[in-house]
């Protein structure tokens, strides 16, 4: 793959950084980035670019691993607690539905 240069210009720094990615993959990373910081500091109120940095890296690792733990198991955590919940409530209306006589014999 071709070396591509990056220009990062954020939170009062810029440097540039050659790396073997594609370049408007480089961009769409850039931009999203820039989303996360600014959705940060609106939610936030956090004006310090270091700890601006630092709570928008934070949160996409969340993001990251969150999207990772749904890959492995193929649904995420509250999934889990949903089907859990939906499953319990089933067994609860099988039970009222069927007969005494057959819930004896279990």
């Known amino acids: ?4 240069d990056l220009r990062i210009d954020l939170l009062g720094t ?3 950084v050659t790396v073997d990615e594609d370049a408007f993959y480089l961009k769409i990373l ?4 820039r989303r996360v910081i ?3 500091r609106k939610t936030t109120g956090i004006e310090d670019p270091l ?3 630092i709570l928008a890296g934070f949160l ?3 993001e990251a691993e969150k999207l990772r733990a749904r890959e492995n198991t193929g649904i995420g955590v509250f999934d889990s607690m ?3 919940e939906l499953t319990l409530d089933l067994i609860n209306r099988i039970d009222k539905a069927l007969p005494e006589e057959t819930k004896d014999k279990s």
């Open 1 to 4: 793959m071709p070396k591509s």
């Open 14 to 16: 810029s440097f540039s």
């Open 30 to 33: 850039l931009d999203k980035y």
């Open 38 to 40: 600014e959705n940060t």
């Open 51 to 53: 700890k601006t940095a």
């Open 60 to 62: 996409l690792c969340d």
């Open 82 to 84: 949903k089907a859990e």
